[in-house]
């Protein structure tokens, strides 16, 4: 049995600038505000994937500041965060007054007032830097999709879409453990050239009470909580079932995940061309911009047009033996 390892870095503390690579982005940090700086490094840390053979260098500055504007949410809402886009570069408030702006070939400018770090302000923190890295992420030719992906003993690469909390995760650990392949559970990226999807994290974000269904993961609930906004624990892949991680798939399938309780155990059926679209299109964040939109639609539409689609149900005791892996294999080959 391996153990559960918590990240080196996430108690060390953040200078600046700090340099860390995020897919195919090299992110450099700094600024007057070592403690937002600890926050923002913290959240990098999650995307300490696969190395990228071609960087693209950011800098984020981060700021003692005070509010000066209030976004719109014209261009993006996200939870407590407005953000709008002029002349091509972004600005974005949140109700904890932490906020960010951006010109296009400067540094982004991130303003953190004099507020308690608690866990709305830190999540406040993470939702700016989740723009910083979607919105530059695209520049690099890239779209970022919340999902998870696996490949099957016979190499097919499985794209597993739901919403937060969906079950993506335990989904992921149950097939991995049973000898599949995964490239993460639910932060990947899909290039706009070849429509390959690719690793961002080496650590799949498991709720503690998963260990009931895996020996492996008897040690999750004393793992820190890894974000502001869940309950979830950090668990590196490697360190439970090694050999299990690889960088990249073809995705030949997606699997559209939902949880129902009327299942005994799980139960699956064939999804449309257009369901397959509408599913892969839940995954992604499609701002108002027309520009921008229309290159994230054509990139999923591209995605969606190589894969077929089947919804899989999953009820209660969907994983108290490891059929479903065998299960879901036959279905797919």
């Not at 260098?57 to 000066?68: C, M, P």
């Not at 059926?269 to 911009?289: G, H, M, N």
């Not at 290159?295 to 059929?323: C, K, M, N, Q």
Request: aromatic letters at 6%; one cysteine or more; charged letters at 25%.
């Amino acid at each position: 049995m391996h153990s559960i390892q918590a990240s080196p870095w996430l108690n060390k503390p953040a200078g600046g600038p700090l340099s860390r690579e995020c897919g195919p982005l090299e992110i450099l940090v700094g600024g007057d505000r070592p403690d937002a700086i600890r926050v923002i490094v913290g959240a990098l840390e999650l995307y300490r994937g696969f190395p990228f053979s071609e960087k693209r260098q950011i800098a984020v500055d981060v700021r003692r500041a005070t509010l000066t504007f209030a976004a719109r949410g014209t261009y993006l809402t996200c939870g407590r965060m407005l953000v709008d886009r002029e002349r091509g570069g972004c600005r974005a408030s949140t109700r904890s007054g932490v906020a960010v702006e951006h010109e296009p070939g400067g540094a982004w400018i991130v303003s953190v007032p004099d507020i308690q770090f608690d866990e709305p302000a830190v999540g406040d923190i993470e939702d700016v830097l989740s723009l910083v890295l979607t919105e530059e992420w695209r520049e690099a030719g890239w779209d970022a999709m919340h999902a998870g992906c696996v490949v099957t003993p016979s190499g097919n690469g499985m794209l597993l879409c739901a919403a937060s909390g969906g079950g993506k995760s335990t989904l992921t650990a149950a097939l991995v453990r049973s000898g599949w392949k995964t490239l993460g559970d639910d932060k990947l990226l899909v290039s706009r050239r070849s429509f390959e999807v690719f690793s961002l994290s080496r650590s799949f974000n498991l709720d503690p009470r998963t260990a009931r269904w895996f020996s492996e993961l008897s040690a999750i609930a004393a793992l820190p909580r890894y974000s502001a906004w869940t309950d979830k624990r950090r668990v590196f892949v490697e360190s439970v079932w090694p050999g299990s991680l690889v960088c990249s798939a073809q995705p030949a399938v997606v699997a559209k995940i939902v949880r129902d309780d009327n299942v005994h155990d799980w139960w699956l059926r064939r999804l449309t061309s257009r369901q397959v679209l509408l599913t892969l299109l839940e995954q992604v964040v499609v701002p108002a911009d027309r520009e921008v939109a229309r290159a994230v639609i054509t990139t999923i539409s591209s995605l969606a047009s190589r894969t077929r689609g089947v919804e899989l149900r999953l009820g209660s005791r969907a994983y108290e033996t490891r059929d479903i892996a065998e299960g879901l294999e036959a279905e797919l080959t």
